[in-house]
């Protein structure tokens, strides 16, 4: 959530935009956004890609920012066009933290009242596969923030922490409960009791990073596998996506009945009757994301609660 930005040394110059990533292609909304930049990539633009853009502020995570950040995401969950989205900083950092100066003179009332830092769960929500490529510190806010997304891609001189406990409070959007599934109790207290770092290789070994990459190819390897993600049915990556997740929320017992409806849905979706028809035929699957009947999208919405109950 917070981080030490005072210990960082300050980003000099612009944030450089990603290497060898195809041209600049306007973001569909129009949106003139000050501390992200949204745009499409991909060979068919099936990729959203939105860069945190605060680099004199080590893309300290303000208000502003989330709320960008926020309706970026919400553009592209809307674009039959976008299969996945990639989120990313700059070359010195993905995001060092939340802004201290938002935060230093709120109170409990404050807090509590308002609900700080609800809005950044937005990103929990998104049905769409969201891609982290950190490079530099994600510290913090921003440790929380790429843990948020499902997949975390990280340049080889990424740093990961949550310092929270040196300004005297502990992480409070999800860090102590991600990052504890995601490297162990052991080695997540360790960090959230003396907010040390880690690097990306520790971090790769620990279970929090799946892949590593030279700094100047991170964002476009991202791309690549966000454009091999968006390349299948939308639907059944959405279930996918669904049934993978409830492993952090559910017992194994429970989790196998979602799964196991969720398999079943499948065969409600004319892609995965042209799935296994391509397979058979031996060509390549033309997936329309379209469903068998109006009833599907019904009967889905209520599988997760009869699976808790079966």
């Not at 700059?90 to 807090?111: H, P, R, T, V, Y």
């Not at 880690?198 to 929090?208: M, V, Y």
């Not at 991170?218 to 996506?241: D, R």
Request: net charge positive; aromatic share 8%; hydrophobic share 45%.
């Amino acid at each position: 959530m917070a981080a030490l930005r005072v210990l960082l040394p300050r980003l000099r110059g612009p944030l450089r935009p990603p290497v060898r990533c195809p041209a600049w292609r306007p973001f569909a909304s129009g949106a003139n956004f000050e501390y992200i930049i949204a745009e499409k990539r991909g060979k068919n633009n099936t990729v959203g890609l939105i860069q945190l853009n605060r680099p004199k502020a080590l893309n300290a995570l303000c208000d502003g920012l989330i709320e960008e950040l926020n309706q970026a995401l919400k553009t592209f969950e809307e674009d039959t066009g976008v299969g996945a989205i990639v989120l990313t900083g700059g070359d010195k950092a993905f995001a060092a933290g939340a802004d201290i100066k938002e935060m230093q003179n709120l109170s409990f009332q404050d807090c509590y009242s308002n609900k700080f830092l609800k809005h950044w769960d937005y990103l929990t929500q998104m049905k769409k596969p969201v891609i982290a490529a950190v490079n530099g510190y994600a510290f913090g806010g921003g440790c929380e923030l790429a843990m948020m997304c499902d997949i975390i891609y990280a340049g080889e001189k990424a740093q990961f922490a949550q310092p929270e406990i040196l300004l005297g409070t502990i992480p409070g959007a999800g860090g102590t409960q991600r990052l504890t599934r995601a490297v162990g109790k052991s080695l997540a207290m360790e960090m959230v009791l003396t907010g040390d770092r880690i690097s990306a290789q520790d971090a790769k070994q620990a279970g929090l990073v799946s892949k590593i990459f030279p700094v100047e190819t991170l964002v476009e390897e991202a791309i690549q596998c966000a454009e091999k993600i968006a390349s299948n049915s939308k639907i059944i990556v959405a279930m996918a996506k669904e049934s993978v997740n409830a492993a952090f929320e559910m017992t194994l017992t429970e989790g196998s009945k979602l799964e196991k409806k969720l398999f079943y849905s499948t065969f409600a979706t004319d892609d995965r009757k042209e799935g296994m028809t391509a397979f058979v035929e031996k060509r390549k699957a033309n997936f329309k994301d379209h469903v068998r009947g109006a009833q599907f999208l019904s009967d889905c919405c209520v599988v997760t609660a009869r699976a808790l109950t079966a």
